[in-house]
């Protein structure tokens, strides 16, 4: 249960993504250095938990750290180069995907490598999005991917980038819900 709310801490440009940033224009799809801390819960089959996350990014490498996760202490999913571990108190398990590494401890998985779109309220350029709904500033509300249902709430300014606040991913009997409280952008 631990190693999975860690990889669903883990969510085509919106027409107003970008920022103006030392003179060069950056859209969120470029966005690739940041820390998100929050609150992330997760429903599987009818059972809710819910710990406190911190998500550093740094280009296509990722930190996650999730605190106080169900009384348990702390976990961490770290994917460096081609290798990704899963590390708690007691245990440190790898492999060469986050997904693989799911289906290796857990038995099932999720498109985790995704998740680094869906927090910045972006679709993940790895597969086509099925089906995607804007708001009238042109910002995602909802988004179909992979088999996976993602709305996206409470857009908030964040330096200048607009992200969402909050984000709900559901699969069959899995319901993940983000929310973002802080955010620091490199």
């Known amino acids: 249960m631990l190693a999975a709310v860690f990889c669903f801490t883990l969510f085509s440009c919106v027409s107003n993504t970008s920022k103006e940033q030392n003179g060069s224009n950056i859209t969120l799809d470029a966005l690739n250095n940041w820390t998100m801390r929050g609150k992330i819960g997760i429903k599987l089959d009818g059972k809710a938990k819910s710990a406190n ?59 985790v490598s995704d998740l680094k779109y869906w927090i910045k309220g972006l679709p993940a350029p790895t597969s086509k999005a099925n089906q995607s709904a804007r708001n009238e500033q042109g910002l995602l509300t909802e988004l179909t991917q992979n088999g996976w249902r993602i709305r996206f709430k409470r857009y908030q300014n964040q330096q200048g980038y607009t992200l969402p606040g909050k984000i709900i991913a559901t699969h069959e009997r899995l319901e993940i819900t983000l929310i973002a409280k802080s955010w620091r952008i490199q």
């Open 53 to 111: 996350i911190e998500w550093r990014n740094y280009r296509k490498d990722y930190t996650i750290q999730i605190h106080g996760a169900f009384g348990l202490g702390s976990a961490e999913l770290k994917k460096s180069g081609r290798k990704v571990t899963l590390k708690t108190k007691n245990t440190k398990v790898s492999a060469r995907s986050p997904e693989q590494l799911l289906e290796q401890n857990l038995g099932w998985s999720m498109p």
